[in-house]
């Protein structure tokens, strides 16, 4: 059986790797990014460069999505020259990035209305991950068309889950990324309260790192705060934009988080004091520096 012949937008980072990874195992790709560099290094292993969602959607039995925030999706998606305006009938369009649910099952019924179909399919783990087809993909939306796309999904994610109807996948990555920048958040404070009262930050790990708080997060924040070490791969900024996420969801579902609100204020005033493009663990800064 042939394999489908995939449009994939937004070559970043963990975009670009992803592609890399089924241009090896074989896909023929359609590309399309505003980074002509990135366009081109998938050009250069024999991609096709499209010059508009639409095209791309139409010369596509995949349309995969790798973007930086819900609002750039539905451009994307809804431009004049959108990847609506060209999907083909029973192609499918995988958004891997990290959207609010509302707008992906919005998203979702528009695209049915043309015959195609939606997974959400945010990820887990970073870009070495999707250059290996090694991800934790998060997917959901209609199980008949979850099977059309999990092949191909397989080459990308060494752990496909299927999470329900179109939305849960968007929902879980929500909730999980909650719980961990709230935890890396109050880590972070936490050894930035010891060092201004004089408790040594490797010992509060030593005594911490031997209790249930002990966790991936706790390490990734001692690697900093101790270490001066920051190897977590994901920003402050994407941090801030998800927990916005997540308050917006909670907000539609008739419920409030002060917790989140509180991590957000966190990250947002990390963010305006300039700490944006570092590494979440770097919110130590923020609270080492903090005055009343």
């Known amino acids: ?41 998938c050009v ?13 959607a139409e010369a596509s039995d995949i349309v995969m999505l790798c973007l930086t925030t819900s609002n750039i999706v539905e451009k994307v998606i809804y431009g004049d020259e959108g990847v609506l305006a060209g999907i083909k009938k029973d192609s499918v369009v995988v958004d891997f990035g990290t959207s609010i649910p509302a707008s992906t099952r919005k998203i979702g019924a528009d695209l049915a209305q043309k015959g195609a179909g939606m997974i959400d399919a945010p990820l887990g783990r970073t870009p070495a991950h999707a250059k290996e087809g090694k991800l934790n993909i998060m997917a959901a939306g209609d199980l008949a068309t979850f099977e059309k796309v ?21 929902t879980t990555k929500l909730i999980n990324n909650f719980m961990g920048m709230t935890t890396v958040c109050a880590m972070s404070q936490a050894f930035a309260v010891a060092d201004k009262a004089g408790v040594d930050r490797q010992q509060l790990f030593d005594i911490m790192s031997t209790g249930p708080s002990s966790s991936p997060f706790m390490q990734f924040c001692k ?44 990250l947002q005033a990390a963010f305006d004091a300039g700490l944006g493009d570092g590494n979440v663990p770097e919110i130590y800064d923020y609270f080492r520096d903090l005055k009343k």
Do not use: C
Request: zero cysteines; aromatic letters at 6%; charged letters at 20%.
């Open 44 to 56: 250069d292993r024999g991609a096709k460069a499209a010059t508009s969602g639409k095209a791309l």
């Open 150 to 170: 999990k092949p191909v999904l397989q080459e990308q994610g060494e752990n496909v889950f299927h999470l329900g109807e179109l939305g849960a996948g968007h």
């Open 223 to 266: 690697n900093y705060a101790v270490d001066n070490v920051s190897d977590l791969g994901f920003s402050i900024a994407n941090a801030n934009k998800d927990l916005g996420y997540f308050l917006q969801m909670v907000d539609d579902l008739g419920t409030q988080s002060k917790i989140a609100e509180g991590s957000s204020a966190n």
């Open 1 to 41: 059986m042939s394999k489908p012949v995939i449009g994939f937008i937004g070559l970043g980072l963990m975009g670009g790797n992803m592609a890399e990874n089924l241009q090896n195992k074989g896909y023929e790709l359609i590309v399309m990014d505003l980074d002509q560099k990135a366009v081109d290094k």
